[in-house]
């Protein structure tokens, strides 16, 4: 299984959401998302620990969970942009993958 992270950071340089995607065969692949919101304090190892737990969560039950609901509200921008993109979950199994995701696979596959 193969699996990557990357953050979305916030004007300060904080990373206040960690991507968490991972495949487990060629097409299968499942996201997890972990947010701070406007009050938290960043922890990468924290971000990565949820993120995994949720893609892992995904893969296993082949389902989307952990709508974003009203957390929306204490989304940094840069957040809300990112969900515009991959929609509204969480724990996404066989998500919309946004550009540079697709590119993390397409390298590992060359």
Do not use: H
């Not at 299968?28 to 971000?47: E, T």
């Not at 996404?92 to 596959?109: A, G, H, V």
């Amino acid at each position: 299984m193969k699996e990557f992270y990357y953050y979305i950071r916030d004007k300060r340089n904080r990373p206040m959401m960690t991507v968490c995607v991972i495949e487990k065969e060629a097409g299968v692949v499942a996201k997890g998302v972990a947010l701070c919101s406007k009050s938290d304090i960043p922890c990468k190892k924290v971000g990565r620990k949820i993120a995994k737990e949720r893609a892992v969560y995904a893969m296993i039950n082949s389902k989307d969970s952990c709508a974003i609901g009203d957390y929306r509200g204490r989304l940094q921008l840069e957040s809300y942009l990112y969900f515009g993109q991959t929609g509204p979950f969480k724990s996404s199994f066989l998500p919309i993958l946004t550009d540079y995701e697709q590119s993390l696979f397409d390298f590992e596959r060359k």
